[in-house]
Structure formats: structure tokens, C-alpha cells
């Protein structure tokens, strides 16, 4: 049984991939806001809202138990992706790495977003990582729909 791997979905958004990056990338305090069920809270750790390259905390509700995830965000406008390199939090109880990625492709009206969870297991008991790609697809799908009313 492996213990790295990926797993991956694609989601349909309303909004433009630039559109989706701004929050990410110069609104992350706003996060919270647009999908409360979810993210609690978050502030940052190093560096500021803006920057990439900046640490932030996250404080999230999944499968209703309360979580903390720290995680470095780089934002590729070029590329249009978003990147969130996990650091500590209560993911790393279960496994040694993980990443979240959204890579975003316009398309006529809205986007597409391939969303990316790169992990690698403690040992070959944890569970693929199936309930977070889940979290990230909600987290994903109510920041668009918010974003996509204003």
C-alpha cells in the first residue's frame, strides 16, 4: 500500500480565476466569512495578508471536530494557481506531508479549478485522505458562490 499520493478533483466555478485568487491572495481574513460552517477563523503568522510566501493559521470544523492547520500560501498569478504548503496542524498526526493546490483555468464564463492534495501517510493504518479533499471541494465551492454574488 502506498503511503504518497494525490488526490485530485476538478470543480466548476463561477468566478474567474483571477477573481478566486484575489481572495486567497489579498482577502485570506475575509475566508471565514464566505464559508463560516467550515473555517472558523485565521490570522497570520508570518509575513501579512498580502504577501505570498506568507504563514498563516487556519482554524476549521470537519467531520465536527474542531482542527487547526498551518500552512505556508504561494499564489502563481501567472500560472494561476494557489498553493498551501502545510506546516503543522492536526493533519500531521496522520500524515508526514500535506499540501493543498488549486490550479485555475478560465474558461468563457467562469473557471474550472483542479484542486490537488498531496499527502504522504505516517504509516500504511492512516486512511487516504478522502474526508479533507471533500472539506477542500465545500471550502472551494462556498468562497466561489460568495464571491460570485458581489
Do not use: C
Not at 52 to 76: H, L, M, N, P, Q
Not at 111 to 120: D, G, H, N
Not at 139 to 144: E, G, H, K, N
Amino acid at each position: 500500500m502506498a503511503l504518497k499520493g494525490n488526490l485530485e478533483t476538478v470543480v466548476e466555478l463561477k468566478s474567474s480565476p483571477d477573481k478566486f485568487l484575489s481572495v486567497w491572495k489579498s482577502q485570506a481574513h475575509q475566508v471565514p466569512n464566505h464559508t463560516p460552517i467550515n473555517i472558523q477563523g485565521v490570522h497570520v503568522h508570518e509575513g501579512d495578508w498580502v504577501k505570498s510566501g506568507s504563514i498563516k493559521i487556519w482554524k476549521y470544523t470537519i467531520a465536527g471536530r474542531s482542527e487547526v492547520f498551518k500552512d505556508k500560501i504561494i499564489v502563481d498569478d501567472e500560472k494561476k494557481t494557489l498553493t498551501g504548503i502545510g506546516l503543522e496542524g492536526d493533519v500531521f498526526k496522520s500524515y508526514k506531508v500535506f499540501n493543498l493546490i488549486w490550479q485555475l483555468t478560465p474558461k468563457d464564463e467562469g473557471s474550472l479549478a483542479k484542486v490537488i492534495i498531496e499527502y504522504e501517510k505516517l504509516n500504511e493504518n492512516v486512511p487516504t485522505p478522502d474526508i479533507y479533499l471533500d472539506f477542500i471541494i465545500k471550502i472551494t465551492t462556498d468562497v466561489d458562490e460568495s464571491i460570485s454574488k458581489n
